[in-house]
């Protein structure tokens, strides 16, 4: 079965520093699109990051420079390391697997993990 | 970077059609047809219903439907359902920022 799940959420004070961790069951992390989206309380989705099947990343201007992902083929699993944290980065994280068929599209999700920035 | 623009709601009785426009730019729906529409319930994760303006995931019912202009894109539900009451998103390739998202449409069935 084709699943993704996430955790490493909770509660962080401002300046601090999380690290995710999405971990991939059905399918190889590094064989597909893998992104990170989040979710502000009440609010609508939001892009956080990509990493390509090569490795290549990329990331919302909200987070570049403060934000990396990064891969563990042997774990299969992909990581958010969050560092420098605000309060604006309060939200739930979701994990999400690229369609293969289709661009810029993602078919697999997680169920999300939970990011306070509170002092 | 601005987010796609999407109505904040619309409605619509069971068996009616509804569609929700997702306005953007040359730089997004305009030069690509990657655009993609999101079907989320409160609390839980999104689910793909359309992908590349048009097609559909396998198991999405057909009453689910994409389509682009210009720099409009649009997700048509028809023969509305009451399950079909939910928050939908669409999103596009970006030259700019690479993803990008609409602010949500909530859908309610009256």
């Known amino acids: 079965d084709v699943q993704l799940v996430e955790t490493g959420g909770g509660l962080v004070q401002p300046g601090g520093s999380l690290r995710l961790s999405c971990t991939a069951s059905g399918f190889a992390v590094n064989s597909d699109y893998m992104t990170w989206v989040r979710q502000a309380p009440g609010k609508g989705l939001a892009w956080v990051s990509i990493?390509?099947?090569?490795?290549?990343?990329f990331f919302s201007d909200s987070v570049k420079g403060r934000f990396t992902v990064s891969r563990d083929i042997s774990k299969n699993t992909f990581f958010l390391q969050m560092n420098n944290l605000r309060t604006e980065d309060t939200a739930v994280y979701f994990c999400?697997?690229?369609?293969?068929?289709?661009?810029?599209?993602?078919?697999?999700w997680g169920l999300g993990t939970a990011v306070t920035v509170s002092s | 970077h601005s987010a796609l623009t999407q109505p904040a709601s619309v409605s619509g009785s069971p068996g009616q059609s509804i569609t929700i426009s997702c306005t953007g730019t040359r730089s997004d729906i305009g030069d690509y047809t990657y655009v993609s529409w999101y079907q989320q319930y409160p609390g839980k994760a999104p689910k793909l219903m359309i992908f590349?303006?048009?097609n559909r995931p396998s198991g999405v019912s057909d009453r689910f439907s994409g389509s682009k202009s210009g720099n409009t894109a649009s997700l048509t539900i028809s023969g509305l359902q009451a399950e079909d009451e939910a928050d939908y998103y669409c999103s596009s390739h970006s030259r700019e920022s690479t993803l990008l998202f609409g602010g949500g449409t909530k859908l309610t069935v009256l």
């Open positions: 990493m390509a099947i090569g490795g290549t990343t």
């Open positions: 590349d303006v048009t």
């Open positions: 999400a697997r690229g369609i293969s068929s289709g661009h810029a599209a993602y078919d697999v």
